[in-house]
C-alpha cells in the first residue's frame, strides 16, 4: 500500500488527531514537519497544499486532502484497519456532533486559553494572565458537561467502542489536563475521568506523544 503523508508539527492537535486515527488503523504512514509559525510565514509549498496556511495536510496515493475530519474520515473509510465509526447513523451522528462540539466550542478554552495560558508564559519568564483562564474557566466547565451527558454512560463517545469521536477528543484532553485546573474540571465529570484513562494508555497515544514544551 502506498504510505499516507500527513504534513504539519507533532506537536499540533489536530495533527495528533489524524496520527492517532492512522495508528489505531494500523497503517504505516510519514509524518512530514511543517512550521507554520516560521518568520515568514507557512512555506510557500505548503500553501499550494493547505491555502489557509493551517495544519495537518495530507497526501495519499496523488490525492490531497485538508481539515481534519475530512482526512480522519477519509482514513476510516478509504484504508484498511479497524473500523472507527459506527455503522448505526444515530451513533455516527452523534459522533460527528461531538467532533463539532469540540472544534467550535471546546478547543479553544481548554487548549489555548487554558491550557497554553497557564503553562507558555512561565516558559518565558512572564506571569500567565489569569483574568484570561478565569474568563475560559465557566467556557470548559460546560464543554465539560456536554461531553459527558452526551456519552449517556458509554465507555466511549460514541457508544461501546473506540471511535474518530474519541480520537478528536484525546489530543485536547492531554494537553489540557496538564493545567492544574483542567485536572481539576474533569475531576468534576466521572464519565470523562473514566473515559480518559480508557485512552490514555492506549500505545497510539504513548507513540504519538509530543514533546514536553509543545505549543498545541
Known amino acids: 500500500m502506498i504510505e499516507p503523508i500527513v504534513f504539519g508539527a507533532a506537536y499540533s492537535v489536530y495533527v495528533r488527531i489524524v496520527r492517532l486515527a492512522l495508528w489505531e ?9 511543517v512550521d507554520i509559525f516560521a518568520a515568514d510565514g507557512p512555506p510557500r ?9 493551517r495544519i495537518p495536510a495530507f497526501e495519499h496515493d496523488g490525492f490531497r486532502l485538508y481539515e481534519t475530519s475530512a482526512i480522519t474520515r477519509y ?14 447513523a444515530k451513533a455516527r451522528a452523534r459522533m460527528n456532533q461531538i467532533r463539532g462540539i469540540l472544534d467550535s466550542y471546546a478547543y479553544r478554552p481548554l487548549v489555548w486559553d487554558i491550557y497554553l495560558e497557564r503553562t507558555e508564559p512561565p516558559r518565558e ?7 484570561k483562564i478565569a474568563a475560559a474557566l465557566p467556557k470548559a466547565r460546560l464543554c465539560l458537561h456536554v461531553l ?13 467502542a473506540l471511535s474518530l469521536g474519541d480520537l478528536h477528543a484525546a489530543p485536547m484532553f492531554a494537553y489540557f ?3 492544574p485546573e483542567g485536572a481539576a474540571l474533569t475531576a ?4 470523562l475521568t473514566a473515559w480518559w484513562q480508557r485512552i490514555a494508555g492506549r500505545p497510539g497515544m504513548t507513540a504519538t506523544r509530543p514533546s514536553p514544551n509543545a505549543v498545541a
Open 75 to 88: 482514513v476510516d473509510e478509504a484504508l484498511p484497519g479497524q473500523r472507527l465509526q459506527p455503522d448505526d
Open 188 to 191: 468534576e465529570q466521572p464519565a
Open 148 to 160: 459527558a451527558d452526551l456519552m449517556a454512560g458509554a465507555p466511549f463517545f460514541a457508544g461501546d
Open 45 to 53: 509549498n505548503y500553501l499550494a497544499r493547505q491555502p489557509f496556511g
Open 177 to 179: 489536563l496538564a493545567a
Open 125 to 131: 519568564g512572564r506571569a500567565s494572565d489569569e483574568a
Open 25 to 33: 488503523k494500523e497503517i504505516p504512514y510519514r509524518l512530514q514537519e
